[in-house]
């Protein structure tokens, strides 16, 4: 069912799906070894050791979308993996809206959310030229708390029906045109990225490699957040975890 709704929009590339596997990136990798295509797909039902940003596990819920897509030559630009970041976001939120009619933000830089709810997220690896785009979204499984975030499902804010198979073949698509876009579409792709971003102007503490407070102040097109701290400086971060500051807080 998977590969007749891709080839429905014009994605011929295999799909491997399985019931369980140890990580749908681990099983791209070893396609990308053996020479799979350009826009091969690999998904699964579960997941025993999935990872996401940072080493961090990837927490399988049932009823949640998981999967792994090859994308040969997209890796080609400085600072690729922010940019390709950038494309796989907008391209998952675009595959919602298109396919449940639901309104997704991005929560900086890799989050797909609801409100202040992770609904899912991206992880990009590079290999020379090509990267492999891991997805993982809570579809149709509810709410509840991973790794210490609220999290919540596509379902809750879906405004008409739809099945897994319809929405993993609509993220495919999405995410193939926004990473080889261009010129214009790829200003369309940043300028989508950044209006749909949940941080822009507020108060945030960032930590990571390195940890500092302020005002996000926008974005840059390789992904990296722009803060303005108490004195008025601006600084570029390319990474870290982000949390929202109270106006009481000090």
Not at 58 to 67: A, K, Q, R, V
Not at 129 to 149: P, Y
Not at 161 to 166: G, L, M, N, Y
């Amino acid at each position: 069912m998977v590969q007749a709704r891709l080839r429905a929009v014009g994605v011929g590339a295999p799909v491997t799906v399985a019931d369980q596997t140890g990580s749908t990136q681990d099983d791209a990798l070893e396609g990308l070894r053996m020479g799979a295509p350009h826009g091969a797909v690999y998904a699964a039902e579960r997941q025993t050791r999935g990872r996401g940003r940072r080493g961090r596990r990837w927490l399988t819920t049932p009823g949640g979308l998981l999967f792994s897509l090859i994308a040969r030559g997209a890796a080609t630009h400085s600072g690729s993996t922010g940019r390709l970041t950038i494309a796989a976001a907008v391209g998952v939120v675009r595959a919602i809206q298109a396919c449940t009619g639901a309104s997704a933000s991005i929560k900086w830089p890799n989050d797909v959310v609801f409100g202040q709810a992770k609904a899912g997220g991206v992880l990009v690896e590079t290999h020379g030229t090509t990267a492999v785009v891991g997805v993982g979204l809570n579809a149709c499984s509810g709410a509840g708390i991973a790794e210490g975030q609220v999290t919540t499902a596509v379902a809750t804010y879906a405004i008409r029906p739809f099945d897994r198979s319809e929405l993993l073949a609509a993220c495919v698509a999405e995410m193939l045109d926004c990473l080889a876009a261009e010129g214009p579409a790829w200003d369309d792709v940043y300028a989508e990225w950044v209006r749909r971003s949940t941080l822009l102007g507020l108060q945030v503490e960032v930590s990571g490699a390195r940890r500092a407070r302020g005002l996000v102040a926008g974005f840059d097109p390789d992904g990296s957040l722009r803060l303005r701290d108490a004195d008025g400086n601006l600084q570029r971060l390319s990474s870290g975890d982000v949390s929202l500051r109270l106006a009481t807080d000090r």
